[in-house]
């Protein structure tokens, strides 16, 4: 049965909502353990939602009555104990929401000069945010904004502002953040060059990568391999993983259905091995070639362990008719030093959320992620071994933003 929302409904659960949309802390009664960022998207606008649910295998989860109101474009990021819900397209603010009991505590305050690029829990001890804001143009700013969020006392510092054209010509192009990690004492972060105004790559033959002291943010160097082209895509912050061991995945895709204007290298995985400043002259992963068939560009992914990623991969060759539309998805494992790539069975192809964070969560050998199949919105639940996906609960929404599961 296909999800219809109408008007009505709409209203009357901002109506509800936004009894919780004061400047003050709010404990607004929501049931369970997990929390999703949902979007309901009509012909005119996308309205954003939290709500907690106590499942993810079974049952609907409902904004009916439920669910608290997010102003503006929002994704979504988490890190220790607590879910941010971010802003965007000129929205600035960042809402930090905790569990307490059956309840969702919901403190906003902090607010950037741009929007939020990137935020996360770099090295993965729940106490630190590391979080990036970029003008989307010159006109706004010509300095990128990196940053450092307490998570215990949601307070920002080590704010450092680093000029675009320092990190690359932008006489020449300017460019869009796609992914950062934290290894051995050093930032690294991907990005893509772009005409700020169409949004067109016309440079799709070099890979960027840039090194900056960590938590001083100051730029060392930028590191190019010619093998593939940019890491990552728009918004979609996938475009570098860590491994346990420090290694660093580097995932290029140039994949027209997420706003690349062109592809000229082929779509392929590299490696930084730990403590290094350069590439592995002896890694490369052709995505590509590890699918049967057409298709073989990851467009989106989470690090899972094991030298392994949960993906989004595509399953078609696009062509420029298909720019931005995400299309022809399948759940995938990709095991990077096999380098090989299992699509997942039991999940169908799915039309991706564009670009956005990928919603995706993991509990021990299973992982979460939200799609739209022929009868609505579900979660559906992969085990990771046996690459093989069940359906679970029902989301009546239209697009699962956010996921995470609070203690």
Not at 393 to 403: C, I, M, P, Q
Request: aromatic content about 10%; some cysteine; glycine content about 10%.
């Amino acid at each position: 049965m296909k999800i219809e929302i109408t008007f009505k409904i709409i209203l009357a659960l901002i109506i509800l909502a936004c009894a919780s949309c004061d400047n003050d802390d709010d404990d607004v009664p929501t049931p369970g353990t997990y929390i999703l960022g949902l979007g309901v998207t009509t012909s005119t606008e996308t309205t954003n939602f939290v709500i907690g649910a106590k499942s993810l295998a079974s049952g609907a989860i409902s904004l009916v009555g439920q669910g608290t109101l997010q102003e503006g474009y929002r994704d979504y990021a988490f890190g220790g104990d607590t879910f941010y819900s971010i802003g965007g397209l000129g929205v600035t603010d960042v809402n930090a929401i905790t569990s307490k009991g059956d309840t969702l505590n919901i403190q906003p305050g902090l607010t950037f000069e741009f929007q939020v690029d990137d935020f996360k829990d770099v090295e993965g001890n729940g106490t630190t945010m590391l979080g990036i804001s970029s003008p989307l143009s010159p006109s706004t700013s010509t300095n990128m904004q990196f940053y450092t969020v307490d998570i215990a006392t949601n307070t920002r510092s080590n704010v450092t502002n680093i000029p675009f054209n320092s990190v690359y010509d932008t006489s020449r192009h300017w460019i869009f953040h796609t992914g950062m990690e934290v290894s051995g004492g050093k930032l690294y972060q991907t990005f893509y060059p772009v005409d700020a105004i169409s949004f067109n790559t016309q440079n799709t033959d070099t890979l960027y990568v840039a090194i900056y002291s960590y938590p001083s943010f100051q730029l060392e160097e930028v590191i190019t391999d010619v093998r593939v082209g940019p890491a990552g895509a728009f918004n979609t912050r996938s475009g570098i993983f860590k491994a346990e061991n420090g290694d660093l995945y580097t995932v290029s895709t140039s994949s027209i259905s997420n706003g690349y204007s062109q592809s000229t290298k082929p779509a392929g995985i590299l490696r930084i091995p730990a403590g290094s400043n350069d590439f592995d002259e002896n890694y490369f992963f052709n995505t590509q070639d590890a699918v049967s068939g057409p298709g073989g560009k990851i467009a989106h992914a989470i690090y899972i362990g094991d030298n392994k990623l949960f993906a989004a991969v595509t399953v078609a060759d696009h062509t420029i008719e298909d720019r931005w539309s995400d299309t022809n998805l399948r759940l995938a494992i990709v095991d990077l030093i096999a380098q090989t790539i299992t699509l997942v069975e039991g999940a169908p192809e799915f039309t991706g959320n564009g670009g956005r964070s990928f919603a995706a969560l993991q509990e021990g050998n299973k992982v979460y992620y939200g799609l739209t199949d022929e009868d609505g919105l579900y979660i559906y639940e992969t085990d990771i071994d046996a690459a093989t996906a069940v359906r679970g609960t029902e989301v009546r929404a239209t697009f699962v933003g956010g996921l995470a599961r609070l203690k």
